[in-house]
């Protein structure tokens, strides 16, 4: 069985990507020992994805509002939706993207810049991403935690719990 569309259409999830012209990037290669996702039972967990497109990091720094050398809270948002493809791109590489039955929760690390308090903001670019993907099957809990550091200097990384279809489990 495969996950479909719940728009109506009846499609795969791969369809829907189709339409929207989003294209998943290959697996971003750990950066220490661990994998970037595993299968428990009916759930795939993603490690936590940084804004890597094509094997580099795309943005550093600590996110804050109105200071020079920053990185802003709409460019952290945008990475926010990067990490969020890279992590989806790590379930597909696992189980296969049709596979999903439905998104149950979004990790968010927001590297903070002192007084920095919109993180939720940030985690919206991930967040929507999966509701323009997964519509009424992208309705996820979320967690949006303000960080000092994060690996490599990024300023965002997200993971993700995916339910797979009961014939996939």
């Not at 804004?51 to 600590?62: A, I, M, N, Q, S």
Request: with cysteine; net charge negative; proline share 6%.
């Amino acid at each position: 069985m495969t996950g479909i569309d719940n728009t109506g259409s009846g499609r795969p999830w791969s369809a829907r990507l189709a339409e929207l012209g989003v294209t998943l990037p290959a697996v971003v290669a750990p950066v220490g020992s661990y994998t970037p996702a595993l299968q428990a039972g009916g759930f795939v967990y993603t490690s936590g994805q940084l804004p890597v497109v094509d094997g580099e990091l795309t943005l550093r720094g600590k996110v804050s509002e109105g200071a020079e050398g920053i990185v802003t809270p709409a460019q952290a948002q945008a990475a926010a939706r990067q990490c969020a493809l890279n992590a989806l791109a790590a379930v597909h590489d696992l189980v296969g993207i049709d596979a999903v039955e439905r998104v149950v929760k979004v990790v968010g690390f927001v590297a903070s810049a002192p007084g920095f308090t919109g993180q939720p903001g940030v985690l919206n670019g991930a967040s929507d991403l999966i509701g323009e993907i997964f519509g009424g099957a992208g309705v996820h809990v979320r967690s949006a935690v303000g960080v000092a550091e994060l690996p490599l200097g990024a300023p965002v990384e997200v993971e993700l719990i995916v339910q797979l279809t009961a014939g996939d489990r």
